[in-house]
Nanobody, 115 residues
């Protein structure tokens, strides 16, 4: 049974940091591209960052230089280190695993950036 469980969200002040984790099971994570997405209310879910199976990474412009995505295949876990957080980073953050036709999602974790 496939499972992706995010954690690490919560309230944080502007300029602060959070580290999100996504623990996976039920599939061979090392073969998958892993990504973090975010969604605000009913707006479209948007990509934030991704890390491929070879370790290469890509970031959306609005998080470049502030967020770092990483993976630990031995722990079946992907991380998102978020620094210099801004109020506009407030969203539900989702973990995604993708490989060909396979596309798995976690349940999301809320990040709220506010003073």
């Amino acid at each position: 049974q496939v499972s992706l469980v995010e954690s690490g969200g919560g309230p944080v002040q502007p300029g602060g940091s959070l580290r999100l984790s996504c623990v996976t099971s039920g599939f061979t994570m090392e073969d998958y591209a892993m990504g973090w997405f975010r969604q605000v209310g009913d707006k479209e879910r948007e990509s934030v960052a991704c890390i491929n199976s070879d370790g290469s990474t890509a970031y959306k412009d609005f998080v470049k230089g502030r967020f770092i995505i990483s993976r630990d295949n031995a722990k079946n876990t992907v991380y998102l280190q978020m620094n210099s957080l801004k109020p506009e980073d407030t969203a539900v953050y989702y973990c995604n695993a993708a490989l060909g036709w396979y596309d798995y999602w976690g349940q999301g974790t809320q990040v709220t950036v506010s003073s």
